[in-house]
């Protein structure tokens, strides 16, 4: 029963890949009969199943093409139960991510820096602890339109006060399609709020003064988001920064 429940599944998570390609219209009652007439026959122990389900194979990436070297589950004689249970496990696996895919809502995942980084906490994310807390901030996986067109995830750490707005905001921005190019958290870049902006990268939490000195940004609490830094560069009197990001003053 267990193995008819798996392929009912895969079966399922493929409807969904087709729901969102081609659109529900698509899926008349004819065709979903016919997808689901294979598990409607009884074998004569009793378990409800297809009879050639182990006959059965498929393979499907999270972008919905074949990868054969990763997920085929052979049939036959030559292929022992062990092995045809792992890879059917390793098929259920990719077609979660397929599934997982379609639903932006769980792809935005929201941590405490301490789940998020670990016994490596403190030498990722460096702060002042009196001016602000690993506590007061949260690690957010976005799932972002890059500029070749494709899904990414992202990542963010932002202010907790925020965090429930800032994913908002970067779901409405992913159902329009809007383009982010890049979303790394600062130690990507080694703290250099410079080598961040000049790469164009998307970034929130940054415990460094503001451009003019003096006073600590608003990045320093998690409350501010450098958006497309090159397009969206920062401005005062004339200094452009980064300073590639003249050309779209």
């Not at 970067?170 to 982010?180: N, R, S, T, W």
């Not at 790394?184 to 080598?195: A, E, K, L, P, R």
């Not at 609490?221 to 830094?229: F, K, S, V």
Request: one cysteine or more.
């Amino acid at each position: 029963m267990r193995k008819v429940l798996n392929i009912v599944l895969v079966v399922l998570c493929i409807n969904w890949v087709i729901i969102g390609v081609y659109g529900i219209g698509q899926l008349d009652e004819t065709f979903l009969e016919n997808m689901f007439e294979p598990f409607k026959q009884k074998t004569q122990d009793g378990e409800e199943g297809n009879q050639d389900a182990d006959k059965y194979s498929t393979s499907l990436d999270a972008g919905g093409s074949k990868n054969d070297e990763k997920s085929e589950l052979v049939s036959g004689s030559d292929v022992d139960d062990a092995t045809k249970k792992e890879q059917t496990e390793s098929i259920l696996d990719e077609m979660d991510e397929v599934c997982d895919m379609i639903d932006v809502d769980c792809q935005f995942k929201v941590m405490t820096l301490q789940e998020r980084y670990g016994e490596k906490l403190s030498e990722t994310v460096k702060l002042d602890s009196k001016v602000i807390t690993y506590d007061e901030l949260r690690y957010v996986q976005v799932p972002h339109i890059g500029y070749d067109g494709m899904v990414h995830l992202g990542e963010i750490i932002v202010n907790v006060a925020v965090v429930d707005d800032v994913v908002g905001i970067f779901k409405d921005l992913f159902l329009a399609k809007y383009p982010i190019e890049k979303m790394h958290t600062i130690d990507y870049y080694q703290g250099s709020d410079d080598d961040s902006m000049a790469d164009n990268n998307s970034s929130g939490f940054n415990f460094r003064e503001m451009a003019s000195g003096g006073k600590l940004s608003l990045h320093s609490y998690g409350l501010a988001i450098d958006l497309n830094p090159i397009m969206n560069p920062y401005i005062k009197d004339e200094v452009v920064l980064p300073a590639s990001g003249v050309s779209y003053v």
